[in-house]
């Protein structure tokens, strides 16, 4: 089940494997779809102590940041128990 909130954008952390898959093109356009159309998607994150793993959604999280947002709507999940 996931539950929608918004937290603070410094407080989501993005695994470095993920972080190398960042393409400057996608979160600029992203970026101007977001001023022009707002957020229809938003980014998933799992809890994780007193931060947030990213999951899903690093070019609208990069394209927030961009934008000059401090906070960003996510969807919090769990994470699945191995």
Same mark, same amino acid.
């Given at each position: 089940?996931?539950?929608? %909130?918004?937290?603070?954008? %410094?407080?989501v &952390? +993005? !695994? #470095? *494997?993920?972080?190398?898959?960042?393409?400057? *093109? /996608? +979160?600029?356009?992203?970026? @101007?779809s977001?001023?022009? /159309?707002? *957020?229809? @998607?938003?980014?998933? +994150?799992? !809890?994780?102590? /007193?931060?947030? #793993? $990213? +999951?899903?959604?690093?070019?609208?999280?990069? @394209?927030?940041?961009?934008?000059?947002?401090?906070? #960003? !709507?996510? &969807? $919090?999940? %769990?994470?699945?128990?191995?």
């Amino acid at each position: 089940m996931m539950k929608k %909130q918004i937290v603070a954008i %410094q407080d989501v &952390y +993005v !695994p #470095v *494997q993920r972080r190398q898959t960042l393409d400057p *093109q /996608k +979160v600029h356009a992203l970026a @101007a779809s977001i001023m022009e /159309k707002g *957020q229809d @998607a938003l980014i998933l +994150v799992r !809890p994780d102590d /007193k931060r947030f #793993v $990213l +999951v899903e959604g690093l070019h609208r999280l990069e @394209a927030c940041k961009a934008l000059g947002e401090t906070t #960003v !709507p996510i &969807y $919090l999940v %769990q994470a699945r128990r191995h």
